[in-house]
Structures are given as C-alpha cells and as structure tokens.
C-alpha cells in the first residue's frame, strides 16, 4: 500500500503515521470479538498522542461541538476566505493548488459552485448524499475491486485524469491500488459510482456482515470519516469508541442520502 499525495490524501493533513511499535511478546493482543464485522485492517497500537493534531473545527465537530466541563465554548468560526464570522454548520471549498480543505461563508461558497470561477483552483464542495438501491453491489463484484477492508473511498482526480481507491485508517487516509479496468466496469453497471464530481465527491463502499451499501458523498464527508478515526482509533482494533463513532457516521450518511433516481 501506498499514501498518495493526490486524490483523498490531500484532503487529510498529516497522514503520514508514525512508525509502530512492536506489539508485546510478554502480552500478545487479544484478537477483536468480530473481527469479520471490522471494517479496517487490524494495526499496531496508536494512540492520540503518536498523530499528527487535527485543525480544531474538525475536532469539535468529531467531538460534537461541545466544549469539555468547565472549559469555554471555542471561539466562533471564520470563513477562511474573507475572514466573516460563520456558523458551525457551513460550506467548504477545495483549494485543489495547496491541497486543502477551506471553510467557507455562504457567500464565498456559492461563488465557486459556478464553473471556472476559481480559475480551477478553487471548488466548492456540494452538499448532496446520494444512494441507488435499484443498482446493489454483489459480493463478486466488490471483490472485484480487491480492497482489503471493508470501507473504502473512491475519488476521481481531475489532475490524474483517474479514481483513486483509499480507506481510513488510524493516521488518516491511505491509498490502495485500484483495478481501474474493473472500476470501470462497475460503473457500467453501477450509475452511482460514476456520478460523482471530479476532486469534490466520492463512492463510499461499505461491507459488513450485513451487505454492502454505497453511496455518494461530499469530500468533507471523507474528511470527518478519517477525523473520527484519528481521534478514537485505540489498540489493535480500533476499541469500542471508534466503532461506534464509525457507526453513527454510516448512520448519519444513510439518513441524508437520496435516492439517484430523485436526481434526474
């Protein structure tokens, strides 16, 4: 595996992970009670302190915005374009050039939703969550794919001219090789996966022992998702915290999510 500088990976600073240490011989790790039912590779142990900080407005909104007992509330947020005070539920922009991830007043927002407003630096992230039941993913087709979680990212770069494959892990967001010939055959059968916008919106492909669901959500989505495992990923397989963090965010995509077929 490799974690590349372009596609998702530019969007979560810091990926790269320190170097693990050895797990224990005196005490070896306990294996996770359903290890079928975890969605990311197991690792060595990672705690908060061996990552790299995340920006603070991610971390409250991970968090939940509430600030810890006898701390007070943080400081109101600022469009990072024209400095305007904002909300904590606001827009973001992608700055393709420096590889980042801007929060944004509706104003500025709305200013680059129009094409070539940003003279293709500048895009703004779209809002929408899109799932198409009508079109399911078997499990020959993805493993197809040969993904080796069960959650996985797929986002099309405009720069590469191709879709990249990553998965969250506990450092951030790692890039995969992709079979691009069968994604490309997925897509033919699957109108979701190709209907994402280039550098702004990604296929979210999740297997459990349930099934498997995909969807189609904002970059930032992706961006929350790798926050929420950097914050509470604890021990070998992940710890009860991050699964159920990882939980109520499948929770809330499927909530938001709207049918393809209500988009055309």
Not at 29 to 45: L, S
Not at 81 to 99: F, Q, T
Not at 117 to 128: L, Q, S, T
Not at 193 to 208: F, N
Request: aromatic share 6%.
């Amino acid at each position: 595996m490799t974690r590349g500088s372009s596609g998702l990976g530019r969007f979560v600073p810091g990926a790269e992970p320190a170097a693990p240490a050895p797990p224990s011989a005196a005490q070896p790790p306990a294996a996770p009670e359903r290890a079928t039912a975890t969605p990311f590779p197991a690792t060595a142990p990672v705690s908060a302190s061996d990552l790299p900080p995340l920006p603070e407005s991610l971390a409250a909104a991970v968090r939940g915005a509430r600030p810890a007992e006898g701390q007070a509330p943080p400081p109101a947020e600022k469009c990072e374009m024209c400095a305007a005070e904002i909300p904590a539920e606001h827009g973001h922009v992608a700055d393709l050039e420096n590889s980042s991830l801007l929060c944004a007043c509706r104003a500025c927002y709305l200013l680059f939703t129009q094409a070539q407003a940003g003279r293709n630096r500048y895009r703004a992230v779209p809002d929408r969550y899109l799932e198409d039941p009508d079109h399911p993913l078997s499990g020959r087709e993805w493993e197809e794919l040969e993904i080796p979680v069960g959650l996985a990212f797929f986002l099309r770069s405009s720069q590469r001219e191709e879709v990249g494959a990553f998965y969250p892990s506990p450092a951030g967001a790692t890039e995969c090789r992709l079979d691009l010939a069968a994604w490309a055959r997925l897509t033919a059968e699957h109108p979701l996966l190709g209907a994402m916008e280039d550098d702004v919106e990604a296929a979210l492909i999740s297997k459990t022992d349930d099934g498997i669901e995909h969807f189609l959500v904002p970059i930032d989505a992706c961006y929350e998702l790798a926050g929420r495992m950097r914050l509470y990923w604890r021990g070998f397989d992940g710890g009860e915290e991050a699964r159920q963090s990882i939980a109520e965010f499948m929770g809330a995509v499927r909530s938001r999510a709207r049918r393809l077929r209500e988009e055309r």
